[in-house]
């Protein structure tokens, strides 16, 4: 290591994707998205975390401490391998049972998933709370937190990418299609039709499920956060969404490793 920096390697398992970050001076200084993969081994996931921190001149040595969130468990030893292995630290897992700072839960803590957890923590810190976080992964979830910061339980839907993907795999004539804005509501052709289809009804989704949680008590004026990679989408069509942010879980990651880095 060049200089006296602490790097802090954030990591948050999805499902279909893994979101990267490397964390400095309390900052998200670099990011990078790789796929989720169950049949990568530990050296291999070793070798492209190897290049990635090469990308900005770092090492394996220059990586202080590991943080996790993972709803992917089955992948969870080869992470934590591939951590032990390549930089001698074994990986914080968030889990309800670890300090979460000001975040309450008042759900079920053996189902709650982790990245709704982070995104919470998050949430909380930057936008303050009520909010109503909304996450367009494979899954879209909706996660309500009240003013005293609990968590108090969402809704989880269908993902848009998994959606057009049944679609297709389950109607004979329907073609693969570009997730993209429709210049109408009214497709003229098939792919068009699709577009419309998929977007504005994701859109109505969102906009149905937001309202009616706005209609609980102490969440009239929530905010509403959206992040993940469909989310920008979605929020071009509908005024339901206040902000996007779609670091929101490695800022949660990097929250959550404060609150735990002496444990």
Not at 2 to 22: A, P, W
Not at 124 to 149: C, H, Q, R, W
Not at 183 to 203: A, P, R
Request: charged fraction near 20%; hydrophobic fraction near 40%.
């Amino acid at each position: 290591m060049s200089n006296n920096e602490k790097y802090i390697l954030l990591m948050d398992i999805g499902n279909t994707n893994i979101k990267i970050g490397i964390a400095c001076c309390n900052k998200i200084v670099y990011t990078w998205r790789t796929s989720t993969d169950y049949n990568k081994t530990a050296d291999e996931y070793g070798m492209i975390l190897y290049d990635l921190l090469q990308l900005h001149n770092l090492d394996f040595d220059d990586i202080n401490d590991i943080i996790v969130s993972s709803v992917a468990p089955s992948i969870n030893y080869t992470i934590e391998h591939m951590c032990s292995y390549y930089m001698k630290k074994k990986p914080i897992f968030v889990s309800p049972n670890i300090n979460l700072g000001d975040l309450k839960i008042k759900y079920n803590k053996n189902d709650i998933g982790a990245d709704r957890i982070i995104n919470a923590v998050a949430g909380i810190e930057y936008y303050s709370s009520p909010l109503i976080i909304v996450d367009f992964g494979t899954a879209t979830t909706f996660g309500a937190i009240n003013k005293d910061k609990e968590f108090i339980g969402g809704l989880i839907a269908p993902g848009i990418k998994s959606s057009t993907e049944s679609l297709v795999n389950n109607a004979a004539k329907l073609p693969k299609i570009e997730l993209v804005n429709p210049e109408s509501i009214l497709g003229t052709d098939t792919v068009s039709n699709m577009q419309s289809g998929v977007i504005n009804g994701f859109t109505g989704l969102v906009e149905y499920i937001v309202n009616k949680i706005k209609k609980i008590e102490g969440f009239e004026n929530a905010k509403v956060i959206a992040t993940g990679g469909m989310s920008e989408l979605i929020t071009k069509n509908s005024n339901i969404i206040d902000i996007v942010d779609r670091a929101l879980s490695l800022k949660g990651l990097n929250l959550v490793y404060n609150f735990n880095k002496n444990v």
